[in-house]
């Protein structure tokens, strides 16, 4: 077992059912501290999420409370686009906006990020991407502060500096971010969290899931990821058909959100591995494809991969035993509770050809996971090569 790890989070992280009512509070302190400034760039989907749900209203009354203007960008689609960051970007210089408040799922949260970094710096995202046809470039300017409130549980997006944001010019989906872009307060209310349809609780919660499993069998997993991973694999395993059968099941909700919470500081702790690597390249180029989707039709191919080499297999018993199987003993338990769990979740007949995808696409789809975002092959148990990557999506189709 790794003793040493890094962490630092400088994120205020308010976690729980009614926390939204506390936003108006922390944000005035905030004001008062001159941390925060008087103009927010409400940042939200296109869609209705936040109005049937009704954190719109409750967050608007909260600012106005603190007495904080605002002006609303309601553009943020899934997989987000970096045009749509670069014009909600401008929208923020043009409206004089000081901070940026995130209300929505991982795909406003992950917005942010990128909004924050482009609202106050030269150029064109792409600049300050790393990876793929990114230039690399450091940012000039520190970012506008970000406030974080999740709607949904997915991608933990809440409590770290990082975003995932599609090209779709050059077909590349690549993770922005930079340690000074992490957002100063996250507040994760599950009572938000109860008018996601169960189909994108299911998606969002695997996405929740393979956050900490891939963090457990990374060669970088030290005494503290593994810890909080393995709490939240066990929460999400038990508690996730329970969301997806009833969305106003709270403590299902509650257990979910602390999962997917969690995930955001096991990533901080230990990268994930080639499987968000792979999925990004399977939506970079089928952008339709909800990204928790994509992750479980390639989850058990995937797994299999390295199970086969005997790469890790205590990672993979140490996981079964909190998903539902207290005496397991061999690593192929792992796919046994993973299936089990798709199933429940009716999630277990996802294939690639449901979206489109062909066979000939597979020796594509690994060339580009490696040139948008290798540095996560790095971070496998073992060696796999683009021809190895290429059979996972192979097995993945039906």
Known sequence: MNMTFNFNNPTNLIFGS???????????????????????????????????????????????????????????????????????????????????????????????????????????????????????????????????????????????????????????????????????????????????????????????????????????????????????????AKYLPRAVRDGNDLEAREQVAYGSTIAGITMQLTNTTAQHSMEHAMSAYHHNLPHGAGLIMISKAFAEFFIERHACDEQFVKMARVMGIPDADKPEDFITALVQLQKDCGVDDLKMSDYGFTPEESMTLAVNARETMGGLFLSNPCEMTDADCAGIFDKSYC
């Open 18 to 236: 009614g926390k939204l009512d506390e936003l108006g509070g922390q944000i005035a302190a905030r004001r008062k501290a001159g941390t925060l400034g008087k103009k927010a760039l409400l940042l939200i989907s296109n869609g209705k999420s936040t109005k049937t749900n009704g954190s719109f209203d409750r967050v608007m009354a909260q600012l106005k409370e603190a007495g904080v203007e605002v002006a609303v960008f309601d553009k943020i689609m899934e997989n987000p686009l970096k045009s749509v960051v670069m014009e909600g970007a401008a929208f923020a210089k043009e409206n004089g906006c000081d901070f940026i408040v995130a209300l929505g799922g991982g795909a406003v949260l992950d917005s942010s990020i990128a909004v924050s970094a482009m609202a106050t710096n030269p150029g064109d995202l792409w600049d300050y991407v790393n990876g793929g046809t990114g230039k690399g470039q450091p940012l000039v300017n520190p970012g506008l502060p970000i406030v974080t409130i999740a709607t949904s549980s997915g991608t933990g997006s809440e409590v770290n500096c990082w975003g995932v944001i599609s090209n779709p010019d050059t077909n590349e989906k690549i993770g922005f971010g930079y340690p000074e872009l992490v957002p100063v307060l996250a507040i994760v209310d599950p009572e938000l969290m109860k008018t996601v349809p169960a189909k994108y609780t299911a998606y969002q919660g695997f996405d929740a899931l393979f956050h900490n499993t891939e963090v457990m069998i990374s060669n970088g997993v030290n005494i503290l990821s593994e810890t909080i991973a393995l709490s939240a694999i066990e929460s999400i």
